[in-house]
């Protein structure tokens, strides 16, 4: 089977830093990537992470580490427009499998 | 660019009727996907095409049917509509499998009652 975790909620104030994790149990493991999406909206691409490591795009940050089946995204200098849905998705092969999302509240 | 468009917005069906969404994408992308988002849940994937004239079954495709004439346009057929689908969908396509970025459209929220 495929399944991946992710925190439910997450709270943080601005400016803060704020992580949230992905484990994951898949059948093939091409990369993981992270989706963000706003009430209402469209998901929106983040970042991806073939290789183990740490990947940089601005405030925002992915690590991946295969031998753990485990990752994360890493949000810096927070701002109220952070507030959204965060999504974790396994490419296998040809789809994505997408976690059921942390919802991520920022106060001010 | 107008990037992936999706018709109607929003639909209420009764049970039993039929029904097509439409989504088009004008990037040129090989491949396309119909995902659907319960409340509160990830996006589960129906159905999705590597290219016109392929299509395969994704996690929950029950309910549904999908034809991939075009490059461009990727239609979900629902038919005999059932409460269990009211949801929000979302169609999206990638350039190659390779890509790891899916492009998304904004999606159409149906209501079955």
């Known amino acids: 089977g495929q399944s991946l975790e992710q925190p439910s909620e997450v709270t943080a104030v601005e400016g803060a830093i704020v992580q949230i994790n992905c484990t994951y149990q898949t059948s093939g493991f091409y990369g993981l990537s992270w989706y963000q999406q706003h009430d209402g909206g469209a998901p929106t691409f983040l970042s991806y992470n073939a290789l183990d490591g740490l990947e940089e795009t601005g405030r925002f940050s992915s690590f991946l580490s295969r031998s753990d089946s485990y990752g994360y995204l890493l949000l810096q200098e927070l701002q109220m427009k952070d507030s959204a849905s965060y999504f974790c998705a396994v490419r296998n092969t040809d789809k994505l499998i997408f976690g059921t999302g942390t919802r991520l509240q920022v106060f001010p | 660019n107008a990037g992936v468009t999706q018709t109607p917005k929003f639909r209420i069906l009764k049970i039993g009727q039929s029904m097509t969404l439409q989504c088009t994408q004008d990037?040129?992308?090989?491949?396309m996907y119909w995902y659907r988002q319960d409340p509160g849940m990830g996006l589960k994937l129906i159905y999705y095409?590597?290219?016109?004239?392929?299509?395969d079954k994704g996690e929950v495709p029950n309910g549904y049917n999908v034809s991939r004439s075009t490059t461009e346009d990727f239609p979900l057929r629902l038919e005999l509509a059932a409460p269990s689908q009211t949801s929000v969908y979302f169609c999206a396509s990638s350039y190659t499998r390779d890509s790891y970025e899916q492009y998304f459209g904004p999606g159409t929220r149906l209501t079955v009652t």
């Open positions: 990037m040129n992308h090989n491949y």
């Open positions: 095409s590597v290219g016109a004239g392929i299509t």
